[in-house]
Each structure stands twice: as C-alpha cells, then as structure tokens.
C-alpha cells in the first residue's frame, strides 16, 4: 500500500492542523493505520493509531486530549486533527499502515513525512 500524507505546516503555539493521510493500491479497511512523528534528534515515535474500522483509537499520553485520530474507508484517508499545538510538538509526522495490529512499533508500511512546525 502506498501512503501520502499532507497537511503540515507553520503555526502559533495554540493553533489546529489537520495532517491527512491517502492510501492507495490495497483495500484500505484492511489495515490499521497509525500516525509516528521524528523530531530533530530524536527517535521517531508514536503518537496515535485507529483500528481497521475505526471504532478503536489510541493515543500516546503527551498528545491525549489535544490530538483525534479518524479515518473515512471509503475516501482511503485517515486524518490527525491537532489542537492546542505546542512547541514539543513539533516534528515530521508519517502515517503508517498494518494489517496485523493496530498499534505497532514497526509498522508494515510508512508514508513520506510531512513537517510540523509550532512557534512559541
């Protein structure tokens, strides 16, 4: 499967992106997708996952409450809305695909990155 995200961008501490993620070449619904972010030095890591329906979400404790994960099967995207943004956030974020589970360390596949850039 192949991943295009887009959506990143600049923006003021306390503002919103939504990242969005196409899939295409494989049967969407079939794989769980998820969304990682690399920050300049540091190792990539996972920020949130929605299950093949997307009746399951799941979030890592430093973006619980600001970030919503989403996907609509029959547009092949899944999304990341990010509220409130803080300079920590900033990052290239990559979406992620897996038809084994929904949250995993290594994914199947990844798309490009796409920056996300808070000023203070």
């Known amino acids: 499967v192949q991943l295009q995200a887009s959506g990143g961008g600049l923006v003021q501490a306390g503002g919103s992106l939504r990242l969005s993620c196409v899939a295409s070449?494989?049967?969407?619904?079939?794989?769980?997708m998820g969304w990682f972010r690399q920050a300049p030095g540091k190792e990539r890591e996972f920020v949130a996952a929605?299950?093949?329906?997307?009746?399951?979400?799941y979030y890592t404790d430093s973006v619980k409450g600001r970030f919503a994960i989403s996907r609509d099967n029959a547009k092949n995207t899944v999304y990341l809305q990010m509220n409130n943004l803080k300079p920590e956030d900033t990052a290239v974020y990559y979406c992620s695909a897996d038809p084994r589970v929904v949250v995993s360390e290594s994914p199947q596949y990844w798309g490009q990155g796409t920056q996300v850039t808070v000023s203070s």
């Open positions: 070449g494989r049967t969407f619904s079939n794989y769980a």
């Open positions: 929605v299950s093949w329906t997307g009746d399951s979400t």
